[in-house]
């Protein structure tokens, strides 16, 4: 690719500098504490008469921090990253107190109250174990935390698995929102690609010290964002050396494999799923300097195999149906994935109260898609190649005991392209020709030769500045102030063109296809946080600025000036768009161990840079003239001009500890969403019309979450969560209204459910072991099915009413067990995965518009469809693996 290489060196040597900058410069801290990804303990320290003590040493050891009592006997430790902590106090003629164990969360207080008794002679140490409370009862939204040592206990491997575990997530929508509606962040920064708004990184557990998902109102720091934020914190750097690996291996194991179709080539092969994973941390030779070092190999070859029956220069008549395949006849996948991935983060300490760090994320992926058209031509298909590394600086300045401020720089760079062969003149495509079938004369249009013409680039590399001022204000209020500044490129479209010539033929057009746009991003915020006992209340303003950078016509009645007398169009700038999003919320006790809370919020986000540039060159529509063309001739034309997306989101819920060991928290909420991305048809003074995007979109969601937490009772454990919900709205895709358009239909707003509406998800997970000995574990899922839409024929006019048809309910089970190994001197952990244990074939994929279901059809011209496996649910997969630890004992906060 053209400027690739230099692109790439660029971000090696900005990788190099910062890592290099951070060993040699003195005046650094470990890992950098972020605001969003820290927290703070709070409490009072009171005598055995209930009298508070003053001047009382409060120390966290392992984060080298501390406080001291005030005349109240309260106190608060700021800026302390997600872990477990031993927090000492100590007062003369008072028994000192240790307290192991105290769970910090990121963004939420810790309570810690204790009491000390007075002593005349020097007493030992009291040591006592932190319980964590079963309900957060001043938590004013919902959140679920997820800490290194949960996520450990379960059968999952990604931060998208454990995401999609939590309430209120189907598939990746949060609370009924649209994909791409939720911000991504790692250790506080966003790793969203604007090009479509997805995180631009895979994260594996190895990497996380703590997942909070955040799926309903959120606080005003986090921004570009409707239905929810997902904040990994990644761990870091120990004060001792410290290594653990791990490596597993399985494949798919089918039951039925005839329950599935046409599986001739079915094979349970257990090395098609490989895993190697290896972390190292502790002390660097620069002295005061910390670092993590992971990286890990991830191989998977997908359960659907092809034969290799023709090659791509095979020369069959298609027209005549003479074939001369001179395939071999080997099965391989028609789904492959090969992964490389890793982080490597660095710190030092040496300058009071300043710390800086340098870390890089990276992955780098080979993919091919599952395509059942390929199932006998596996060769010299397409490969999706993926290039990511979001990496900087960060520096943490705790200013005074009540203060500290936070600025980060980062570059997150993102490299996509799709194609066969690298160069549009390799010998390989003008051999092959185009891709042939013949219908469905021979395997149902199965290709017998030729190759992909497709060659698609996306690369977005953003540089992001982001800094924030925090301040204990007083022992009842924090405030927390910042912003952030986006400079992002983005270039997307066909590298180049590979005309078809006569069906027969390769012309290569070596012009590039794609462009490149330079948008302007930031934001601004103000949050206070007033906590009076257990009354908590947070409020905060936002304003964002989104601003294109681009031109629209001034006249979008006359284009691109091809109407002659009538007002002309010229190219007129976009105007910078900004919006200012209240955050409100508030929780109260309302009895010892309960609590209920309300939050409101407006939440705004700028569309992805896909929607809103794709097509969006007005000269295209010069041809339209007096007599109109269809209205979706030229697709539908992008809008640079767009306005943000938002969202009103309201919630209020109730959480009671019913023991010392189960919670239960009872959430409802609405959401009112409105200027959503969708198709307005523009009439042009000849009378024809055009499709363009513009902020027309609507929807609404309600609905509720039911979750109990049942903490370890000896050797079990559960949590159990139910959401009820309906999504609505008249679009479930920006470009829906356009498609009904051309197919004849109906292109008006309407209110139907969304394709992802789906109503009833029950998630149910559960644990039971011995520490040190061994572990079961299990996810359940219960879920109802989503719509579709029936049609009672084929063709126009044939369909009933869009999605008001219900796909079948579904249940599935994934199992962990582990067992403790000694392995001379190493601690290890031997394992056992099994995901789809039943080997469910049907969780609201696709169905037959006829018959609501994937196994028959009403129509013999489906047979095709009803002979591809790939319309199934993910079989049945067994994993079995070894992870080994050894070093020193990990410090928390280190």
Known sequence: MIGAFPRRFLVAVLAFAGAAAVAVLPGFLPAPAWAGTTGKIAGKILDIKGQPLTGVSIAVPAARTGAFSDEKGQYSILNLPPGSYDVRVNLLGYGAVTTTGVVVSADQTTKLDLVLKESAVQLGEVVVKATRPVVEVTRTNSIATVTAQEIAKLPVQSLDDVVNLQAGVVDGHFRGGRIGEVQYQVDGISVNNIYDNKSSLRLDRSLLEEVQVISGTFDAE?????????????????????????????????????????????????????????????????????????????????????????????????????????????????????????????????????????????????????????????????????????????????????????????????????????????????????????????????????????????????????????????????????????LPRVTFGPMDTLKIVNDETFEPIPVPGYNTYYPVIASVFAQDQLEYNDLTLRAGLRYDLFDARSTIPSDLANPANSISGVPESHPQPTTAKSIISPRLGISWPTGPKSAAHFAYGHFAQFPSLNDVFSNSDYSILDGLQATPQSTTEKGVLGNPDIKPELTVQYEGGYKQALTDNLGADLTVFYKDIRDLIGVEFVETYSGAQYARLTNIDFGSVLGFTLAFDLRPVGPFGMTLDYTWQEATGNSSDPHETATRASNGEDPRPRVIPFNWDQRNTLNLTSSYGKPGNYLLSGIFRVVSGQPYTPAVDKGFGNGLEANSGRKSPAATLDLRAEKDLKLGKVPAHAFLRVFNVFDQRAVNGFVFSTSGSPYYSRFSDDAGTLEDPTRFYTPRRIEVGISLSGGGVKQAGS
């Open 222 to 486: 986090y921004g570009q964002a409707q239905s929810g934020v997902v904040n990994a914190v990644l761990k870091r750097g120990a004060d001792k050396f410290e290594w653990n690996g791990e490596i597993y291996t399985g494949g798919f194991l089918i039951n039925d494999p005839v329950g599935r179709r046409n599986l001739p080539n079915y094979a349970f092969r257990p090395t098609g799923t490989q895993n190697y994973q290896l972390s190292l941390s502790g002390p660097a030779p620069v002295k005061h300097t910390n670092y993590l070092m992971n990286v890990r190999r991830y191989m998977f070859d997908d359960w659907v195999y092809a034969q290799r029956v023709f090659v791509p220069t095979d020369t069959s008549n298609v027209q005549t149906n003479q074939y001369y395949p001179t395939g071999d006849g080997a099965t391989v996948p028609l789904g492959t994935s090969r992964e490389w991935s890793g982080v490597f983060k660095v710190s030092n300490r040496s300058v009071h109260n300043l710390e800086i760090g340098y870390q890089a994320i990276f992955n780098v992926i080979d993919a091919r898609s599952i395509d059942w058209a390929y199932r006998y031509l596996p060769d010299w298909r397409t490969t999706k190649h993926t290039y990511s590394i979001v990496h900087g600086l960060d520096l943490n300045k705790t200013i005074d005991n009540k203060s500290f401020a936070t600025l980060a720089v980062r570059q997150n760079y993102f490299d996509y392209h799709e194609w066969a062969f690298e160069s549009l003149f390799d010998a390989r495509y003008y051999d092959a020709g185009p891709l042939k079938n013949d219908g469905n004369d021979f395997a149902y249009g199965a290709w017998l030769q030729g190759v992909s013409n497709t060659r698609f680039i996306q690369n977005t590399n953003t540089l992001l500045f982001k800094g924030s001022y925090v301040r204990q204000a007083s022992s009842t209020s924090q405030l927390k102030i910042g912003g952030d500044f986006q």
